[in-house]
């Protein structure tokens, strides 16, 4: 049996794995993108709502310089471990999205990326990103696309669902729960947010190869101990084929991913 000690370096492994394979092939463009969307300025104030392990709250970091103040929450303390030893300056706090443990309006900007489709209550996260920003204050959230408008991971999941079932599906798809801004506006605008702005723009996640992105997309979800080795090999086989446009000539994979960058006011 593992020790809680040894559970938790399990997990801090895993946030590790996070920051050194996801943020650099993906989540570190958009954090770039979020804090223009939410035109974090110096001596500005900023939350960083489920940081992970802090690639948006760094970024907001340098925009705000030595006047301002960055704080970082998250509901994994394996990820605030590995955003702590990466930046011992910026404040991280263990917290619930929705419960987040500050007094009304207490910043100028609350930011949000790649995480409210894991909420199990969008509607109460969104209340609270609204509660804790100041009343000129600015909340900025990044979600990815639908599905069905990923040129790239659109293919990977239909490969996945051709070897592995119909369950693949949903467990390869909880990043895109939320790309569907018809109904995401609404929630926005029910939790006391004004929406001011939406940009859909494409991104591009880079992998060293299109195995190496099968391997993590698969190997972060719990499809991987659903199926057998003979499955796995027909899946890599078949998105050599099917995501061969994505490869570049050295055999790099470059997949474009289109995400949603929606800024609000207070109401
Ligand atoms: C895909 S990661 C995104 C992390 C970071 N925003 C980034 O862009 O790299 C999703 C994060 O949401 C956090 N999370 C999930 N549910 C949460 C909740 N209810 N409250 C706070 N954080 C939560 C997870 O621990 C994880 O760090």
Redesign the pocket.
């Known amino acids: 049996m593992t020790s809680p000690v040894e559970t938790f370096q399990l997990a801090v492994e895993a946030?590790e794995a996070?920051e050194s394979k996801?943020?650099p092939a993906m989540?570190?463009e958009?954090?770039a993108y979020?804090v223009d969307a939410a035109g974090i300025a110096p001596g500005q104030t900023v939350l960083?709502?489920?940081?992970?392990?802090?690639?948006?709250a760094r970024a907001a970091a340098a925009r705000v310089g030595e006047r301002g103040k960055v704080v970082g929450?998250?509901?994994?303390p394996a990820?605030l471990a590995v955003a702590q030893r990466h930046r011992p300056d910026i404040e991280w706090r263990q917290?619930?999205?929705?419960a987040l443990p500050f007094a009304d309006g207490s910043f100028d900007a609350v930011?949000?990326?790649?995480?409210l489709m894991?909420?199990?209550d969008v509607a109460q996260?969104l209340r609270e990103l609204a509660r804790v920003v100041s009343p000129r204050g600015r909340v900025a959230v990044?979600v990815w696309g639908r599905l069905e408008s990923q040129p790239g991971y659109g293919p990977l999941v239909a490969v996945a669902a051709r070897h592995a079932g119909p369950d693949a599906v949903s467990l390869l798809s909880a990043?895109w729960a939320l790309g569907n801004l018809d109904a995401l506006l609404p929630v926005f605008e029910s939790t006391g947010l004004e929406v001011t702005a939406t940009h859909t723009r494409l991104g591009t996640a880079r992998f060293d190869s299109i195995d190496e992105l099968v391997r993590t997309e698969v190997e972060s979800t719990p499809l991987r101990e659903r199926i057998s080795d003979e499955t796995y090999a027909r899946i890599l086989e078949d998105a050599r084929e099917k995501l061969a446009t994505f490869q570049t000539a050295t055999g790099r994979a470059e997949v474009p991913i289109e995400g949603h960058l929606i800024t609000a006011l207070r109401k």
């Open positions: 946030a996070y996801f943020v989540f570190g958009w954090a979020l960083d709502v489920a940081c992970g392990t802090g690639v948006v929450v998250d509901l994994n990820m917290a619930d999205a929705a930011l949000c990326q790649a995480a894991f909420f199990p996260a990044q990043y």
